[in-house]
């Protein structure tokens, strides 16, 4: 979590009141904040310290909620959906295009550690299939056109909020 | 006054769309009017009119609303805790995310109602992960709630009448939408279901009594106390009140959130312009899924007459469940689709009992063998009692709901799985053990 300072660290920890409760608050916005996209050991470590549970019990969560990673992931990570509904009306086509402009399979990052696509269970967005989900952003009702300019547009860090 | 063919849950939905959190607004527009009445009223009153409304849970399991609050009402210990489960994830639905988008308040003024019922401090609402961009939403309407003093101390300037709700996010586990999994996953702790009994009214947060409703359970309460139970009923059948959020996906024109009174003929729901507005293909439809991964199908071309209600799904081995309805044409074959269903719960078993655990992933090995036409005779005997183990020996919801999409298939369409056999090899026989 290079880009997080520690006081910044602190700051989300006190945004929910070091609450044990919040554990689950506290690590999804940590992650969300950091650029690297997981939970590294030194922020686990300190969310333990301050919300008062054990080091264990953080990374209990954070390998149980699949939200949560523990490993550097790529800048941008690319959400598909997998489930039914989605796969039957037009997912494919997201799957195939990020495949052939990609050159990597499903999970596997670029080598410029820019791009990674998987699929996840569906995030309500199943009216707008098919679509890319970044963070918290869904672009939805691709064409295969439009996700060629997607990722130009990424590459070209058009989106940097994203 | 309600009435048939109106919009109920989505009637504030256009006029909101300035500010959906905007609270002045919301209370022109009959906003916290249930809460008002509810404190001039008996309280043993507001259970009788949720029973007479005929309330159904909308999260999918279908249990009578009112008699979850009399349980709670009459549990023994305080504090009581009031839990909304906003942890949708049943693929194909949107319709709590939709609520949320559009009229947070409905759902916040019902949980106070819950909370003034039940003399509860302290009201949650878990929402999902992947719903982050809806906390904004939800953190701006509890603000708004709370200068307005709907929440906090003294409510409505009832002296101890004092309330609020808190935010817990998910992170990413569908069995976190099971009540008492939820719970684990308030107190900190990972989302895996409880043994129970003991029931939640009695048993819940922090081993205190506590209310699970779904987001779109809440948001009819103000409703029933405003225009009262009966009213509320006649906007569905005898067996479920009020009306429904549906998501319609799949291979439908007009995909997207409607809100239909129960007893809605089905096909109109399909074809008529007005709601899915027929195939989006060109192809004949074939089935359709309901209420979500989880529940059952249904092959359109026998549906004819049915009316989309609580009854007459159950007439048909159908049910509403989370309001999902994934249309899928003839160009779907159903062992494809089984073995995304089957590949889904493989994913989402928590892993907490070995049926559910051990038996999603043979149903799914399954399916991949009739996928490739490799399976032998006897194969389809065994599928079929491994989804008699997962169902009954499974301990949550989960587990034992993850074969009702595949039972009512192996009924509908035998002959896909037929095909799926090589008569020529020799047959493999069930090892018991
Ligand atoms: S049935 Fe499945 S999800 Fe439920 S407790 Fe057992 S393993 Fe977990
Ligand atoms: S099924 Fe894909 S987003 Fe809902």
């Known amino acids: ?162 | 006054m309600v009435v048939r063919n109106q919009a109920v849950l989505t009637a504030r939905f256009n006029k909101l769309q300035a500010d959906p959190t905007d609270i002045d607004a919301f209370c022109q527009l009959d906003g916290y009017a249930g809460l008002k009445k509810v404190v001039e009223m008996d309280k043993t009153a507001v259970l009788d009119e949720l029973d007479r409304a005929v309330l159904l849970g909308r999260g999918g399991a279908a249990y009578p609303a009112g008699k979850k609050w009399r349980h709670l009402f009459y549990a023994k210990g305080q504090p009581k805790y009031i839990v909304c489960n906003a942890d949708e994830g049943e693929p194909g639905t949107f319709k709590d995310k939709t609520l949320i988008e559009h009229d947070p308040l409905a759902i916040i003024e019902g949980m106070t109602i819950a909370g003034y019922m039940f003399d509860s401090p302290q009201g949650y609402i878990y929402i999902r992960g992947e719903y982050r961009n809806l906390h904004r939403c939800l953190r701006k309407a509890l603000v708004q709630a709370r200068t307005a003093n709907f929440l906090g101390e003294n409510i409505l300037g009832i002296t101890g009448f004092n309330y609020d709700i808190k935010i817990i996010s998910g992170a990413g586990a569908y069995v976190c939408g099971e009540s008492s999994a939820l719970l684990n996953s308030i107190e900190g702790k990972t989302g895996r279901p409880r043994v129970k009994p003991p029931h939640l009214a009695d048993v819940g947060l922090y081993l205190q009594p506590t209310l699970v409703n779904n987001v779109e359970s809440y948001a009819n309460i103000p409703v029933i106390i405003r225009e009262g139970g009966a009213a509320f009923k006649a906007l569905g059948t005898e067996k479920g009140g009020g009306t429904k959020l549906i998501c319609l996906t799949g291979h439908v024109k007009n995909r997207g959130l409607f809100e239909v009174n129960l007893g809605t003929p089905l096909y109109d729901i399909l074809y008529s312009e007005k709601y899915g507005g027929g195939s989006s293909t060109g192809r004949p439809l074939k089935f359709i899924h309901f209420g979500g991964q989880s529940g059952p199908i249904g092959a359109v071309a026998q549906l004819k007459d049915c009316l989309y209600s609580y009854d007459g799904l159950w007439a048909n081995n159908l049910a509403i469940g989370s309001g999902a309805l994934v249309v899928m044409d003839d160009s779907v074959s159903i062992i494809d689709y089984l073995n995304s269903v089957a590949a889904f719960f493989a994913h989402e078993s928590c892993g907490k009992c070995t049926p559910c655990r051990i038996g999603t992933l043979r149903i799914l090995e399954a399916l991949e063998k009739f996928q490739k036409k490799e399976a032998v005779p006897g194969d389809l005997e065994v599928f079929e009692s491994m989804l008699t183990h997962v169902t009954q020996l499974s301990a949550c919801g989960l587990g034992q709901s993850v074969a009702t999409s595949m039972v009512s298939s192996l009924k509908l369409f035998p002959e896909e799985f037929e095909l799926a056999i090589n008569r020529q090899t020799a047959e493999q026989k069930e090892v018991l053990w």
């Open chain 1, 1 to 162: 979590m290079a880009n997080l300072t520690i006081n910044e660290k602190n700051e989300i920890i006190d945004r929910y009141q070091a609450n044990p409760e919040q554990a689950l608050n506290i690590l999804v916005d940590l992650q969300f904040a950091s650029t690297d996209g997981y939970i590294d050991q030194k922020t686990a470590q300190l969310v333990a310290k301050r919300v008062g549970v054990t080091e264990t019990r953080i990374y209990e969560l954070i390998s149980f909620y699949a939200i949560l990673k523990e490993k550097t992931q790529a800048r941008y990570v690319l959400k598909i959906c997998n489930s039914a509904p989605c796969r039957f009306s037009g997912e494919p086509l997201v799957s195939r295009s990020l495949k052939e402009i990609l050159g990597v399979n499903e999970n596997e990052m670029t080598a410029d550690g820019l791009f990674l696509y998987h699929g996840i269970p569906c995030v309500g967005a199943c009216a707008q299939t098919p679509f890319i989900k970044i963070k918290d952003r869904v672009f939805p009702n691709l064409t295969a056109q439009q996700i060629v300019q997607l990722i130009s547009d990424l590459r070209a860090g058009r989106y940097p909020a994203l």
